[in-house]
């Protein structure tokens, strides 16, 4: 009886942070992003910078009316074609934010303007830089998946070992490298979070891999499986998703099914981000969202 009363006090003391959010950070697409944004896709594929901007203004729209977020457009950044990608330069932990070290080092600038912003538009939150001994670490935004009671950070091209380490230093929750493999860019390529205890994730190499990895630490998620990677990419906040359009119909139905079976969700509306998909954006990738 003793150990069950330990257990339990373990299990009620433990860290949580939950997702209830009110402010979004965005930032403009640049002239530059459809001539020189990095991209893994093939580059001459042409993107439609009119039809982006569109998409974009969609975008926001659905933070404010779905998601009820407040939104803070921040100043562009014209030297710095990928900036529109906010989420690689921060991440926000409960009342703590790491300003990261981008994998790419040509988007390491967009970090000291990120650092402006927090300090105007979030300072109740604790801003953590990376030390000097960090110097050898890279970490992006993007491979960065928060459970309730964990942080799961994507090993990848644009985030190592020392990231990971960096990250774990300065996170309120326990923090665990997660190894996926595949041609996914990120961690969150292949999952994210679409309730307070649920996945969706791609049905993919890469994405089963990062399953096997987060359920070996946390075992009671839920999990949905979509067909193709960029289904599995969406935001949930304040008890709503936003998830990609487009998207196959049995991947559709994905989302239908969360509507009846994740507690509490309310909403699960499509958004077109297709203009920056061509370079790598996904959903999440357009904004950070902070308490």
């Given amino acids: 009886r003793r150990q069950i009363l ?26 530059s992003f459809a001539a020189a944004s990095l991209r893994s ?19 926001v729209s659905a933070l404010r009316s779905v998601l009820g977020l407040s939104v ?7 030297d710095y074609p990928d900036s529109v990608f906010v989420e690689d330069s921060a991440v926000v932990l409960g009342a703590r934010c790491l300003l990261t070290r981008p994998g790419a080092a040509s988007r390491r600038g967009e970090v000291p303007p990120m650092a402006t912003a927090m300090e105007r538009h979030a300072p109740g939150l604790t801003l953590i830089r990376p030390g000097p001994g ?13 459970t309730s009671r964990h942080v799961f950070v994507g090993v990848s091209s644009r985030t190592n070992a020392a990231g990971v380490d960096m990250l ?3 996170s309120p929750l326990p923090v665990h490298a997660v190894s996926f493999g595949g041609a996914a860019l990120h961690l969150k390529s292949v999952a994210t979070m679409c309730g307070p205890s649920s996945v969706v994730y791609a049905d993919t190499d890469a994405g089963r891999a990062a399953r096997k990895a987060m ?18 990419n969406c935001i949930y906040a304040n008890g709503a998703i936003i998830y990609p359009a487009g998207i196959k119909g049995e991947d559709e139905a994905i989302y239908t099914e969360m509507l009846e079976k ?19 954006g996904a959903l999440t990738c357009c904004s ?3 308490p």
């Fill in 134 to 146: 960090d110097g050898d670490a890279f970490l992006d935004g993007g491979d960065v998946l928060r």
């Fill in 262 to 280: 994740v507690v509490g969700l309310r909403a699960a509306v499509q958004v077109d981000t297709g203009e920056m998909a061509k370079s790598d």
């Fill in 215 to 232: 359920t070996n630490v946390e075992g009671g998620l839920q999990w949905y499986p979509v067909s193709e990677e960029r289904a599995a």
């Fill in 41 to 59: 896709a093939d580059p001459e594929i042409p993107i439609d910078m009119a039809l982006a901007h569109r998409q974009h203004e969609k975008y």
């Fill in 168 to 170: 774990r230093r300065a």
């Fill in 6 to 31: 330990t257990l339990f006090a373990m299990i009620g003391s433990m860290k949580t942070i939950d997702f209830a959010f009110r402010t979004a950070l965005v930032r403009p697409l640049t002239p």
């Fill in 288 to 290: 950070i969202l902070l």
């Fill in 72 to 78: 803070v457009s921040l100043p562009a950044l014209p």
